[in-house]
């Protein structure tokens, strides 16, 4: 079973590969890529693709790595011994598991997605190096090993908001995803929004990529940027000659708020306009 | 089989592993690449290379090492902040300047003709690129910056002609030489980090909880405690413009490791030397200065002090009143510093300057004495003594 694109994910010949990689050698696939260019989404069409369960760890700045293998609940443990409840002989009664054990515990194989691997605390990746290398790990409470039935397919996203250790980054494949290009980009949004109107499409992905080009934005426009923007126009019904230009300089587009996310950014396009205004 | 390319990437610095090299050879094993030079370079990135920055050197070293091409000549020109060169450009052109651009079609073709020109040059001089840099005729000398360092050498000449996938370089942007890695930086800051409980009660403290149980003859009476957080706080002073221009980069990467790594970062601007005022954004300074002794009252002494600059100006500005290059003051850089040093209990400047070249500038030695020696190097080990300064 190989990953291709589906009709409704476009993925690109060298992601296609990186993916087989993963897949085929069963070690961990870490994406990177601008934020809103589909990284997890990848792993949802993964899974769709392989046929496979997608597990999704979502990591947060609080998270630990125990957490995704387990948690002992001492507290409840510690309640019903006093209430006498004859649970409390057992420890594996108070044994939470956490996803990879989900995983590593699941007779069909299924697809894991880590995500934002990188908002967690600078050790995290460390702590999980044995556990993604043999996919397995041991619980110290219960004295048990718990190892993989069928090694599952492991996803991981960065936003490269911390580096991570070369340890790490060792044991995985590596993909960056690159922002897409004009072509793909039309086939993209071909694939989200199949009614759009052809003229409305061209004018919309020219300014898109315009804005884009706009040195020293703080925060650069992207796909999932782009789709939201363009819902906007159609829900709106703009006529496509609303987008266009006929001077070559810079104007604010209409709904700019669906792109820009950031006040320095619209700023800073209010300033170019104005700039050029005055010189045209 | 492709041992020697493993060791033409280490060679340019791509840290390629033998562990990378069994995945590779495993997957080409299992036929991942099904026999195409194009899946194999993107089978051969994805398991070799570990960071974009490295994708571009990857791509060079492969292009070069497949197709025995003549490899491009020099260390690869470090890329400039866009930004920056944007905002130099805009101070620097006057609105005449501004028309001429205008004439030419603006700053997209002058950038166009500008590429033209260095690419034309390429084929007729062996790598001299003075022509632009001295013209004093060509529009491009009004920029007062490098033409080189906006990276349009080879790579452009290289892309009329280019192909194949990997000739495109698509991840130029994404290279740079990075000395000092952020996450190094975050590690050596590590150090510093107090830990503190605050906030509510939410972690289960188990000593306490099995203590006061065996008082409570054996009911259970948990005991909770705050979570431990960061309790650093830190004021972190930074030199801005003039000479610290060509520190722009490692400066950059140091606040962005110190701001997530402490809760309580507080950054001010000064240049050359601390006086009576100091800025929150460079970009506004004169509209949103504060006080030096505002700046005192409101971060009390358990701030820890870091300023960050490369000490080298005239030595007046540290030794007398009106010393400062920008406007007059009327105490002494050195009077300021002594009363920032005075107040905070840990202090210690950071100098991007290579150590070996702080004798040349008296400044450098006199605001070392100031500092009472605490002055290190912007390089990981000089964090690391720094923060270990500090922690004392």
């Given amino acids: 079973m190989r990953f291709t694109s589906t009709d409704r994910y476009i993925a690109s010949r060298d992601l296609e590969v990186a993916v087989n990689a993963a897949v085929t050698l069963q070690r961990p696939l870490l994406v990177k890529g601008e934020p809103g260019t589909g990284k997890t989404v990848l792993a949802q069409e993964v899974a769709q693709a392989l046929g496979h369960r997608l597990i999704e760890w979502h990591v947060k700045s609080t998270t630990k790595a125990q957490q995704g293998l387990y948690e002992y609940d001492a507290v409840s443990r510690l309640r019903d011994g006093q209430l006498g409840d004859p649970r409390v002989h057992d420890i594996g009664n108070y044994i939470l598991r956490g996803k990879l054990w989900d995983a590593f515990d699941s007779d069909e194989p299924v697809v894991v997605l880590i995500d934002e691997v990188d908002k967690a605390d600078i050790e995290f990746p460390n702590d999980l190096l044995l556990e993604l290398d043999r996919m397995q790990f041991f619980v110290y409470e219960t004295r048990q090993t718990v190892a993989a039935k069928r090694r599952p397919v492991v996803i991981i996203t960065s936003n490269n908001e911390k580096e991570l250790p070369d340890a790490f980054l060792r044991r995985c494949f590596f993909h960056y995803i690159r922002f897409p290009d004009r072509e793909t980009m039309q086939r993209i949004v071909h694939t989200h929004y199949p009614d759009i109107r052809q003229d409305l499409a061209r004018e919309a992905l020219e300014v898109f990529f315009k804005v884009r080009d706009v040195p020293g934005l703080k925060k650069k426009p992207a796909t999932s940027e782009l789709l939201d923007w363009l819902k906007l126009l159609m829900v709106e019904d703009l006529p496509a000659e609303a987008l266009r230009s006929r001077e070559t300089h810079v104007v604010i587009p209409p709904l700019h708020g669906a792109l820009l996310k950031n006040e320095q950014d619209v700023h800073l396009f209010e300033r170019l306009a104005f700039l050029s205004r005055r010189n045209g | ?392």
Wanted: charged share 25%; with cysteine.
């Fill in chain 2, 1 to 392: 089989m492709f041992a020697p390319f493993i060791l033409a990437l280490r060679q340019a610095g791509i840290p390629a592993s033998v562990t990378e090299y069994l995945a590779l050879l495993g997957a080409m094993q299992a036929g991942v690449a099904e026999y195409s030079v194009e899946d194999f370079y993107f089978l051969s990135r994805t398991a070799l290379v570990k960071h974009e920055r490295y994708l571009d050197r990857f791509d060079r070293v492969f292009g070069e090492y497949f197709r025995a091409l003549e490899a491009p000549e020099g260390p690869a020109p470090r890329a400039l902040p866009e930004e920056w060169l944007r905002r130099l450009a805009e101070k620097l052109l006057t609105p005449a300047e501004m028309a001429r651009i205008e004439a030419l079609g603006g700053f997209d073709r002058l950038m166009d003709t500008l590429r033209q020109r260095l690419a034309e040059q390429q084929s007729r001089h062996q790598g001299g690129s003075k022509w632009i840099g001295t013209a004093g005729t060509s529009p491009f000398g009004a920029y007062g910056y490098n033409p080189e360092g906006v990276r349009i050498g080879q790579a452009e000449s290289r892309h009329r002609r280019a192909v194949k996938v990997w000739d495109r370089r698509e991840f130029r942007d994404l290279d740079d030489e990075v000395e000092l890695g952020t996450r190094g930086i975050k590690l050596a800051l590590r150090r510093l980090r107090r830990f503190a409980r605050q906030g509510a009660a939410t972690e289960l403290d188990l000593a306490d909880t099995v203590r006061c149980t065996a008082n409570n003859a054996g009911h259970l009476d948990l005991k909770l405690v705050a979570e431990r957080h960061n309790a650093v706080k830190v004021l972190l002073l930074l030199d801005i413009g003039g000479s610290m221009d060509e520190h722009v980069r490692e400066c950059e990467e140091l606040f962005s490791a110190a701001r997530s790594e402490f809760k309580h970062l507080e950054h001010y601007y000064f240049h050359n030397c601390p006086y009576e005022r100091l800025w929150r954004s460079n970009h506004r300074r004169n509209d949103n200065a504060v006080a030096t002794d505002q700046v005192l009252r409101t971060y009390g002494p358990d701030y820890k002090l870091i300023l960050v600059g490369d000490a080298s100006m005239s030595p007046y500005e540290v030794t007398q009143p009106g010393g400062s290059v920008e406007h007059w003051n009327e105490e002494a850089g050195g009077v300021w510093l002594q009363r920032l040093t005075g107040h905070y209990r840990r202090s210690a400047w950071l100098n991007p300057l290579d150590p070996r070249r702080w004798g040349h500038s008296l400044s450098v030695a006199m605001l070392r004495q100031l500092m009472a020696g605490r002055m290190f190097p912007m390089t990981l080990a000089g964090i690391e003594e720094m923060t270990r300064e500090l922690a004392k």
